[in-house]
């Protein structure tokens, strides 16, 4: 059943980004104290944007409430930035739920509201950012040449822009366009320099916040791209680093945020086929929400669950969980959150592969008006595929034609080349079976041109799989020399340092040869010895990393260590060492013989 989890995947996770997640009721109270005690207008409307998207999660009619005192707060305050961030603000709120047409259509409304303003008062920046937000919609509806449009605008107006993350937000939208367009090496291009660029931003407590999200973001999209081609290792791979990157995050939203990458990390298992360690993920992601007090954040894991027993073809599993606490849980808040459709969908899907067709027929018959009314093209045509699926079982060929035409012509007008030709492949069969021998094989050489297409794609994968490893390779030496040319760098600086010390314990001696205050000896050679003992545990503190892999007890408990060792010997070393300078500081024999030898070329050049 690919159609079913396709639809319920998208559904569910669009509302569940790092910046909406948090504790329902504790973390609601917080928000708004934080907004009762907002002096200014600007931190009024941060705490308002703040509030209205976690309550997308938690009371969608209430977040309603705060989006709207959000823009009319902004327009009270005639600040055109203000302005375009509350409708900015409601539309990306209202994006969460994209997959449902009245969501998608007023995101779309509130981005162009924002962007006329910014038109208005040419504001190239924020002209840019809208249009991102703009394209990355239209790739969901679909819609890929007004998404196309819109970020070659956004590309135009951000060219001269120092704003990094808005440029490295450029390629991951660019990367997006060309992968919904089947450009898949573009696409890795793109998010390659989203993650050079992300990478490039200088290391320093200002930046590491801001440096680990963008690096995150670009993780995060080559991990999907590589989990759209079939790379599932590099997929967990970068999915894995993104999930790292949260430490450097430091927000209190993070503990959420790794609940929901957990489950993202079973589904890419589940995608590479190891159930076993899927599930396992899938039970860690509901554990850590457990712990957390967070409800919501149970379905991903509830709904993957679900999937994987779909997956796994064992749709008593299914059933059982469906009527399970967990199952009931998933199926409340599917209504709760306006997606009723889905719930029956999941429903027909067992029964029609548990072959009890009268029971499948219901809930099809309910799922189906409520996706055409409510749920975009994208959305619609799994439905329909699946309905086909449904009466091509039961016999009822015609139906299953009717059904499998409409996601025929949807599939056509949007590129979704993998259900068109499954599509006319059922109906080729179809047609066969009812004796129109003559229109099944129109469809048979419909099939076979979409699979000459499909074959070229999939060329097209295996040549961006094998682009994608020449960039892994090519960035990999890239690193390794990076990592020489620092090593001989060090190394150089290293000998510099030893010679520089060799040099001052030599003028030392000299000095002792000749007669200079005890105190310049003394401030002199403390001076020397302190260099060499601090080059010391220089050294070392390099070399400890191999056995203490960089944490901070170990390396404590090793400095401890060798501090014990060390100061007793540098002071002991000290004192004697200056101690015998200065108290044999009179002219030797050896700085007499050094005295007479210069004086002597001194005065044969007056001479």
């Known amino acids: 059943m690919p159609s079913l989890r396709r639809l319920l995947f998208l559904v569910i996770c669009i509302p569940l980004p790092l910046t909406m997640w948090s504790q329902q009721a504790a973390a609601v109270d917080s928000i708004k104290n934080g907004l009762a005690a907002a002096k200014t207008t600007e931190e009024k409307i941060y705490w308002m944007d703040y509030l209205s998207r976690t309550l ?3 009371n969608p009619a209430e977040a309603e409430t705060y989006g709207e005192k959000l823009i009319m707060l902004a327009e009270e305050s005639r600040d055109r930035k203000l302005m375009i961030r509350a409708y900015r603000a409601n539309g990306i709120r209202c994006g969460f739920f994209r997959g449902q047409k009245t969501y998608a259509n007023r995101a779309i409304g509130y981005f162009e509201k924002a962007l006329a303003i910014a038109s208005q008062e ?3 920046e924020e002209i840019g950012a809208c249009g991102l937000l703009l394209a990355d919609l239209y790739i969901s509806i679909p819609d890929y040449q007004k998404a196309l449009n819109y970020v070659s605008e956004a590309a135009t107006r951000i060219s001269s822009s120092t704003n990094d993350s808005l440029k490295i937000e450029l390629y991951i939208t660019k990367g997006k366009v060309s992968e919904a367009t089947n450009r898949k090496i573009d696409a890795l291009g793109n998010y390659l320099q989203a993650l050079a660029a992300a990478e490039a931003i200088k290391d320093n407590e200002k930046n590491k916040r ?8 670009s993780y995060l999209r080559l991990s999907t791209f590589y989990n759209h081609i079939e790379e599932y290792d590099k997929a967990i791979d970068y999915y894995t680093l993104a999930y790292k990157e949260l430490d450097n995050i430091g927000d209190k ?32 992601s509901i554990a850590m929400a457990d712990s957390l007090k967070f409800s919501n954040l149970k379905v991903p894991g509830y709904l993957s669950l679900l999937n994987q027993y779909l997956r ?11 009527n399970s606490p967990r199952g009931q849980d998933l199926v409340r808040f599917l209504h709760q959150f306006g997606m009723t459709a889905a719930v029956y969908q999941a429903y027909a899907a067992i029964y029609t592969d548990m072959d009890q067709f009268d029971s499948a027929r219901f809930y099809l018959a309910k799922a189906i008006p409520l996706f055409e009314q409510k749920m975009n093209e994208n959305n619609s045509v799994d439905i329909y595929m699946q309905a086909g699926e449904l009466y091509k079982k039961t016999g009822e060929s015609d139906r299953a034609i009717g059904f499998y035409m409409k996601a025929k012509d949807i599939a056509q007008k949007n590129g979704f080349l993998e259900i068109l030709q499954e599509a006319v492949k059922q109906m080729d069969t179809l047609y066969e079976k009812k004796g129109d021998l003559l229109t099944s094989r129109m469809y048979n050489r419909i099939y076979y041109t979409y699979k000459d297409s499909a074959d070229k794609l999939t060329r097209e994968k295996e040549v961006a799989q094998e682009e994608a490893g020449y960039e892994t390779v090519r960035l990999t030496r890239l690193k390794a020399e990076e990592a020489e040319r620092n090593r001989r760098r060090n190394n150089i600086q290293y000998m510099s340092i030893i010679f520089g010390i060799i040099m001052l314990f030599i003028s030392l001696v000299v000095l002792g040869m000749f007669k200079v205050s005890a105190g310049a000896i003394r401030a002199i050679g403390f001076f020397v010895f302190l260099m060499l003992f601090e080059f010391i545990f220089l050294v070392f503190k390099k ?24 100061v007793p010997l540098h002071h002991w070393l000290e004192h004697r060492v200056l101690h015998y300078l200065t108290s044999h500081n009179r002219l030797t024999s050896a700085g007499l013989h050094i005295k007479n030898k210069f004086f002597r070329k001194a005065k044969q050049g007056e001479q």
């Open 312 to 322: 796994m073809k064992e749709p008593g599993k299914a059933m059982a969980y469906m």
């Open 253 to 284: 939203r993070v503990p959420y945020q790794r609940c929901i990458d957990i489950n993202a990390l079973g589904n890419l298992f589940a995608a590479k086929k190891n159930a076993g360690m899927a599930i396992s993920y899938y039970e860690r």
């Open 122 to 124: 040419r504001m190239d």
């Open 210 to 217: 801001r440096k680990a999200e963008l690096k995150r973001n």
């Open 56 to 58: 997308m999660n938690v």
């Open 543 to 566: 070399t400890i990393y191999t056995f203490t892999h960089g944490e901070p007890w170990k390396d404590l408990l090793f400095m401890i260590g060798l501090a014990a060792l060390l």
